[in-house]
């Protein structure tokens, strides 16, 4: 089956730095990739779509220059969450569609990001 | 708008069957998905429907009615490894492919 994984599973950072966040299609070419967010007992909240070489979609109420998206070839997508602050401290989860299927979604295993 | 609607929490006892059901509105409707999620973990996909009626994958399975914006996840011989998450996502394509998740339906399973 298609695998999708996230690195890294878990990050401490402290407030005010950056953290990068990578999403990578195994075995598949991803032509569209989804993050989420998902806070303790919350449902999944999508942020944003990216499509390869173009610009991701942001969902009503992300800032896109909070979280920047780069979706930069069929395999890897990245999430940045730039100056983070410990409001943003969730369970970040990205999924991916090969394109064929465009209502399947392989899920990664998630990044727990947590500032201090 | 679009919103989603399951129930929060269902309790029930091992060997035993359960429906957890879902409401939804929704534009550019595609189809409706089950997803299991453990505590610390990622999704999981159970199941997916895009035309009306029954769905079956092993132990569970997936019932969609679009004239009625109404699915249901139905579990049977519960196993305390049930015990989980699971959500309801509409799948609607409205310039652009998405997918909306419920706000989940905690399901305890109880010896």
């Known amino acids: 089956g298609a695998v999708v994984s996230q690195h890294p599973s878990w990050v401490i950072c402290k407030s005010g730095t950056s953290v990068k966040i990578e999403c990578r299609s195994l075995d598949f070419q991803a032509t569209t990739m989804f993050w989420y967010r998902q806070f303790p007992k919350q449902s999944l909240m999508l942020m944003a779509t990216s499509n390869e070489g173009s610009k991701a979609t942001y969902e009503q109420g992300v800032e896109k220059d909070k979280f920047l998206i780069n979706h930069a070839s069929l395999t890897l997508s990245t999430l940045t969450v730039t100056s983070a602050h410990p409001e943003d401290s969730s369970f970040y989860i990205c999924?991916?569609?090969?394109?064929?299927?465009?209502?399947?979604?392989?899920f990664g295993p998630g990044t727990r990001l947590t500032v201090l | 708008g679009q919103s989603l609607e399951q129930p929060s929490e269902v309790t029930a006892v091992e060997g035993a069957i359960v429906q957890i059901n879902c409401t939804y509105q929704?534009?550019?409707?595609?189809?409706l998905s089950w997803y299991q999620q453990h505590d610390g973990g990622a999704p999981t996909f159970l199941s997916y429907?895009?035309?009306?009626g029954l769905e079956e994958t092993g132990r569970f399975s997936s019932f969609l009615s679009r004239s009625d914006s109404y699915g249901y996840l139905l579990l049977q011989e519960l196993q305390m490894k049930d015990s989980a998450s699971y959500f309801c996502a509409v799948s609607r394509n409205t310039g652009g492919f998405k997918t909306i998740f419920g706000a989940g339906t905690r399901l305890f399973v109880k010896a």
């Open positions: 429907n895009a035309l009306d």
């Open positions: 999924s991916a569609s090969d394109g064929h299927h465009t209502d399947t979604q392989y």
């Open positions: 929704t534009s550019g409707f595609y189809g």
